[in-house]
């Protein structure tokens, strides 16, 4: 499964479309995850589900556009957020998106698993998907817990734990801390699994 083409069409979507204009309008870069897609957390309510689009009463498909057209037939001004953070999708906003159903499937149930298995370690704690690394994630203790489609470093979802300060161990298998493949069937059990063997390995340290 060719997981990047779809993944980094999404990020794009989730910076130009959902973040961008909720950024505009409502002040926060924060989005969620959502029965099969993402979403935005405040006005304008958009959502991603599959491979559909959704704002008010327009869905749009979103294979073959652009993230500036797609905006535009949403009715909302796409909004880059490089004056925002370094780290952006790298997309260029009029550059036509792949979309794979298969593949938007697949990454819809990693960032479900994750979001799962992080309320089931923090039940007080909601996850943020955050746009900027596009990943779902929370911190806890100075430890980030989270799940990534996959990025630069690790080329396919992932789930980590990143102490602030990495302690010495067996356990740290990367530099930012640990890393998890979720392989083709991500498992919230063994998130759960990995991200409390994490926080006890980051304690003992």
Do not use: K
Not at 62 to 86: E, Q, T
Not at 112 to 132: F, H, K, Q, S, Y
Not at 146 to 171: K, L, M, N, R, T
């Amino acid at each position: 499964m060719d997981v990047a083409a779809t993944r980094r069409a999404l990020h794009a979507i989730a910076e130009y479309v959902l973040a961008g204009p909720q950024y505009a309008t409502s002040g926060t870069i924060r989005l969620r995850v959502t029965q099969g897609g993402i979403a935005t957390v405040a006005e304008p309510a958009i959502r991603v589900e599959g491979t559909d689009i959704v704002h008010a009463d327009r869905r749009i498909a979103l294979d073959g556009h652009s993230a500036a057209a797609i905006a535009d037939a949403l009715g909302v001004a796409p909004r880059p957020l490089a004056d925002v953070y370094a780290d952006t999708c790298g997309v260029p906003i009029d550059q036509p998106l792949t979309f794979d159903a298969a593949v938007a499937s697949y990454l819809a149930q990693c960032f479900a698993a994750g979001d799962a298995a992080l309320r089931r370690i923090a039940p007080t704690a909601p996850p943020t998907l955050w746009p900027e690394h596009f990943d779902v994630g929370i911190s806890l203790d100075e430890v980030n817990y989270g799940v990534s489609p996959g990025d630069a470093h690790i080329d396919e979802p992932y789930a980590y734990v990143g102490p602030w300060q990495v302690p010495p161990g067996d356990f740290w298998n990367e530099s930012f801390g640990a890393s998890m493949r979720l392989g083709p069937t991500p498992d919230v059990d063994a998130i759960v699994t990995f991200f409390e063997t994490g926080r006890m390995a980051a304690a003992a340290g």
